[in-house]
């Protein structure tokens, strides 16, 4: 079966006027740098379109969805052949600036999760157990969410329920998840005595596998993300708790509000990042740790080394506003 070869002139209206136009329009306006981009899918189809440089990745992925090329609903990658793959982390991102040239050769592959990035309203009302606290999408399109009191939920690509579990007892007060590249399933949690833990659980069974421990081992873990074979906590313990007393009270104040970094595979402590407030949740991507530090109301952007990147908000405290 031979591929489907189809040629069009697509541009976004918000950088055009006079309507669409027509495929003579590339040479008649070289001047606004018109692309000829063929897009390929694994199934063997072919499309050729005509995009403007400064087209942004967001305008792009919604003409593969007028296309037919792609879901909107769902995920995907694409590969720019013999570049690598398009980094979709910022949707502003012109075409060009991702390395788009005339002539070039964009591979879509289509994926079953969600593409979240393109939510702009609420679309499903999930109704859950009492109190839930974390969220997780997984590669296959599952949607775990976990619960103050220990139940996990897990939901298909519909969002219906097909799974209900129990976590153990001494993984108490879940927060934050992540399924770990082996499918076990990381979360910050309590260990039931005051101490905070990251626990790693089979995602089948539910049953607890292992555990990380900071070297302080008592106060709170709301946050936890993992990345380059890491897991990050966020970690808050009060001069109060009486395992945390060392004597050291610049000591103390230093640990106290920290985010705490695990070797996954070993389950040691390897390091902490400190300078924060109260930092809470955390999330890895494209090799930056952000993490939500509730107490400067702001989010801190690192490097998984914790080098400091760039600094989001830091507007006044609760109750300081004007």
């Not at 189809?6 to 329009?25: A, M």
């Not at 440089?53 to 694409?78: N, R």
């Not at 790693?200 to 990380?212: F, H, N, Q």
């Not at 808050?236 to 509000?257: H, L, M, P, Q």
Request: proline content about 3%; aromatic content about 4%; overall charge negative.
């Amino acid at each position: 079966m031979e591929p489907v070869k189809e040629t069009t002139s697509v541009l976004p209206e918000t950088t055009t006027t006079g309507g669409s136009p027509t495929g003579d329009d590339k040479e008649a306006n070289g001047s606004k740098g018109i692309m000829e981009v063929k897009i390929m899918r694994l199934s063997g189809e072919e499309l050729t379109l005509n995009v403007l440089e400064d087209c942004t990745l967001k305008d792009f992925k919604s003409l593969l969805v007028k296309h037919s090329i792609i879901d909107e609903a769902l995920g995907m990658e694409l590969l720019l052949v013999g570049v690598a793959r398009i980094n979709q982390q910022k949707l502003s991102s012109t075409m060009s600036q991702l390395g788009v040239r005339d002539g070039s050769c964009i591979t879509v592959i289509k994926q079953r999760v969600h593409d979240y990035s393109r939510i702009a309203k609420l679309d499903h009302l999930v109704k859950s157990e009492k109190w839930p606290q974390g969220v997780l999408t997984t590669e296959d399109g599952l949607f775990y969410v976990c619960h103050f009191q220990g139940e996990v939920l897990v939901l298909n690509q519909e969002l219906e329920n097909v799974r209900k579990a129990l976590l153990p007892r001494e993984v108490s007060n879940p927060s934050q998840m992540a399924m770990a590249p082996n499918g076990d399933l990381v979360l910050a949690c309590g260990d039931g005595r005051g101490g905070a833990v990251v626990a790693v659980v089979d995602s089948k069974t539910m049953e607890a596998k292992r555990w990380m421990r900071p070297k302080v081992t008592s106060g709170r873990g709301l946050g936890m993300a993992m990345g380059g074979g890491r897991v990050y906590l966020s970690h808050c313990w009060t001069t109060g708790d009486s395992a945390a007393r060392t004597g050291d009270s610049a000591a103390r104040e230093k640990r106290s509000k920290s985010v705490v970094v695990f070797d996954f595979e070993t389950g040691e402590q390897v390091t902490t990042f400190d300078g924060f407030q109260h930092p809470c949740g955390l999330c890895v991507t494209d090799d930056r740790l952000f993490v939500a530090d509730r107490g400067a109301n702001e989010v801190r952007v690192l490097d998984l080394e914790g080098n400091p990147l760039d600094t989001i908000g830091g507007g006044p405290a609760i109750g300081e506003a004007g």
